[in-house]
């Protein structure tokens, strides 16, 4: 006689549980012997998952994936700490067919989630440690700021020209200095409105300036812990590279050795050539759309430096320009500048200004 009450024994069995992630709900697919077992939505809680899989198929071995993105790293960790293995992987890795390129949809989304990690063909991203995530988020504000500060500067010139007021030829390239405030200050206006329209947004340019120098003695200060006062010293004996490139690339990076060589770190950054290959034909494109792209752009940044520092970058970039144009050359010479850091790094040395490597 069957026993129609008895629970089923998921033992030795592997749900794959792929997770699109929202901010309201999550739409959760369930894999088990490359079978699809489950599609629901549910609330954005991880107990509320980790009930509901233990209920359901007590005994399992639970595999768990979501996108990288708005959501942080909390729900992996939520979800490990309980026994559950999850991983984030970069949306850009889970692959995808044109039928379902074309039909998009949250269930759509974690099927392929599902399905592709129990092909294995998904790839953890590197989860930092709550404290390096907390102070990579402290280095990442800097360039909030500094956005922020820019939107409220073209608002002011936008401001100007829309009145008809024409900024001086002595201050059209000047980069915001006391001279040209002081003049934006004392500026005549028509209307009493548009005065203290701009007072205003000067006030608060002048707001964003002291909030920044503020945040740059708290990312100084951070960088004097025993996790960062090392490297740091490395980090900064290479030309072009100051306080604020290191302390991104130390936040960014995080542990230098899970890159085992410079191509897979030079791909990280985003600096590696794109391929077009076919056959006996080989075709080199420009550089990989797919960048980190804070840590591209300071060392494109550090790179113009280097070049008027180090004898070795000078020869260097003479050399690329002659062959590929200036703006092509900067992208080699900033590949060359990442390569030494990583030397610097890994074998914990200061670099030596004139090193041809």
């Known amino acids: 006689m069957t026993n129609i009450n008895k629970k089923p024994d998921f033992t030795g069995s592997t749900m794959y549980v792929g997770i699109d992630v929202h901010l309201k709900s999550w739409n959760v697919s369930l894999y088990c012997n490359e079978l699809f077992i489950k599609n629901f939505t549910q609330p954005p809680e991880p107990a509320h ?3 509901f899989l233990t209920k359901n198929y007590p005994g399992a071995i639970y595999k768990c994936a979501y996108e990288s993105g708005f959501c942080g790293n909390w729900i992996q960790r939520d979800l490990t700490e309980n026994g559950i293995e999850c991983i984030v992987v970069n949306a850009a890795d889970v692959p995808t067919t044109d039928k379902s390129g074309k039909n998009k949809s949250d269930k759509n989304d974690s099927q392929r989630i599902a399905k592709s990690l129990q092909s294995g063909f998904l790839h953890a991203v590197y989860i930092p440690d709550k404290e390096l995530e907390a102070d990579r988020q402290l280095v990442r504000c800097i360039e909030r700021f500094n956005r922020d500060l820019t939107r409220i500067k073209n608002r002011i010139k936008g401001l100007l020209y829309q009145i008809g007021i024409k900024i001086p030829e002595h201050f059209a390239k000047c980069k915001w200095s006391k001279k040209f405030i002081l003049w934006l200050q004392q500026l005549e206006c028509s209307d009493k ?3 203290l329209t701009l007072t205003h947004q000067l006030q608060m340019v002048e707001l964003y300036r002291q909030q920044k120098l503020i945040l740059l003695r708290d990312v100084r200060t951070m ?4 996790r960062y006062k090392d490297n740091l010293n490395y980090l900064q004996s290479v030309p072009g590279i100051g306080p604020i490139t290191s302390a ?8 230098i050795n899970r890159f085992i060589n410079f191509e897979k770190l030079n791909c990280f950054v985003g600096f590696y050539p794109s391929e077009f290959s076919s056959g006996e034909r080989i075709h080199h ?9 804070r840590l591209r752009s300071l ?6 430096v280097a070049i008027r520092i180090d004898p070795a970058f000078t020869k260097a970039y003479n050399e690329f320009k002659l062959r590929v144009g200036s703006e ?3 992208i080699k ?13 890994v074998n914990q040395v200061t670099y030596q200004i004139g090193l041809v490597k």
């Open 333 to 345: 010479i900033a590949r060359k500048l990442l390569s030494r850091i990583r030397f610097v790094w």
């Open 49 to 51: 998952l980790r009930t």
């Open 193 to 195: 409105s548009i005065k």
């Open 299 to 304: 060392l494109i940044e550090a790179s113009w």
């Open 223 to 226: 960088l004097q812990k025993d």
């Open 328 to 330: 092509r050359a900067i």
């Open 285 to 293: 494109g420009t550089i990989t759309g797919r960048k980190h792209n």
């Open 248 to 255: 991104s690339l130390l936040t960014e990076v995080g542990d």
